[in-house]
DNA sequence: ACAAATATAAACCAATTGGTATATTTTGAC
DNA sequence: GTCAAAATATACCAATTGGTTTATATTTGT
C-alpha cells in the first residue's frame, strides 16, 4: 500500500474542513476546531498543507464544488427532466436544513462572502467552484433545448434564486422561504423549456 | 443641549460596525478594529453597548434593515412603477460592488449566514431586518394590483434573487451575475403585473 | 533488512481576541 | 457654581488565534 494512513489523514482534514466551513464560515473556523474535528494533529495539518488555513481551505472549497457538480449530474440521471432534478436538488437542501437545525446550508455560500475580499487564493477555489456548478446546470439546461446563450443565463438565474432562498431561510431559521422559492423557480423552467 | 457628544460615539460605533459587517462579517470584524474606525476609546463602546460585540452587531443589524427598508421607499415614490424601482434597487447595489471593489455587497448577508446558528441575538436581529424589507417589498407589490400571498410570495421570490445574485457577484467579483439577474426577474415582474 | 523519505506528535510562540476595572473627565439640572 | 450622573480614557486580563519547531515514529522502494 502507498502511504494509505496519509491519504486518510489528508481526507479527515478535508471532510472536517468542508463541515466547518458550511456550518460557521471562514473566519470562525480554527485550526484547533479543525485538528479536533479530524483526530489529526496540528503538525500533520502543515505537514499536508504547507499554506496552513488558506491552502486548506481553497483545497476543500474545490472539491466541494466538484461534490456539488457531480450531485447534479446524478440527480439528473434519475429525473426525467431538467424542473424535476431542480426540484430534488432544493428538496435535498430543505431535508439538509431541517435535519441539521439550519446548520448546513449551501457548503460555499458563507465562505465565499466572507473571502471575497480577504484571501484571493480562497476566493479564487469559490469562484472557480461556483462556475463549476453553473456550467454543469446550463449543460443540462442546453439538453432541453434551450439556445447556449439563454442556458447559461437560466442557470445563473436559476442558482441565484436559490442561493438566496438557502440565505434567507437560514437567516429565519425557516424552510419556508426555500419552498417559495423552489416554487417559483420551477414553475418559471417549465415555461421556458417549451 | 442633551448629551450630543454621546449621540456622536454611539453613531460613530454604529456606522463603523456597519461598514465591517458589511465587508467582513461578523466573525472577521473585531472590536479593535471597530474602535480604531470609529475613533472611540475601549472603554465608552462597552458603556454604549454592555452587551458587547453581539449587542453592537444586533443594534447595528436592526438599524441597517431600517435604512434598506426606508430606501427603497424612496426609490419607489421616484419610479413609475414596481419594476422600475427593482431595476434601480438592482442598479445601485451594481454600482456600490464596482465603486468599492466588492466590498459592499449587501449589509445583512454574510452576518446573517455566520450568525445563523451562531448566536441568537444577532440571528434574530437579521430575521427581523430580512422581514422589514420583505413586507415593504411586499406592500409595494400589493399597490401594483396583485393579491396579498401573490405579493408577499413574489417578495420572497425577488429577494432571494437579489441576495443570490448579490453573491454571486461577490463570489466571482463580477457584477455580470447581477445584471442577468436582475434583467430575469424585472421581466418576470413585468409580467406578473398584468 | 535497511536507509531515505514521509508523516506524526507535542511543546511552544507572538499576536490578537473579546471583555474588565478603574480613574479621570465631561455633562446638565438645580 | 456645585454636585451627582454619565461618558471617556487607559491599562489590563485570560483565552485563543494561526503558525513554528523539533524530535520521534512510520512507510517506502530497493
Redesign the interface.
Known sequence: MTYNKSIQTRKNLIKATAGLLR???Y??MGLSEVVKNSSVPKGSLYHHFPGGKEELASVTILETGENMAQSVMVLSKNSKDIVETVGHYFNHYIEQLEKT???N?CP???T???T???TDTV?KA??TS??RFEDILASQLKESGLPDEIAQ??S??T???????L??A????DTH?LT??R???TQ?LKTIIQ
Open positions: 456550518s460557521k464560515g473566519s470562525a437545525e439550519f446548520q446550508g460555499l455560500a458563507t465565499a462572502l466572507e471575497a475580499t480577504l476566493q469559490c469562484s461556483f462556475l443565463k437560466a445563473i438565474y442558482i441565484a434564486a436559490f442561493e438566496g432562498g440565505l434567507l437560514k437567516a429565519h431559521n422561504y417559495v422559492v416554487d417559483q423557480i418559471h
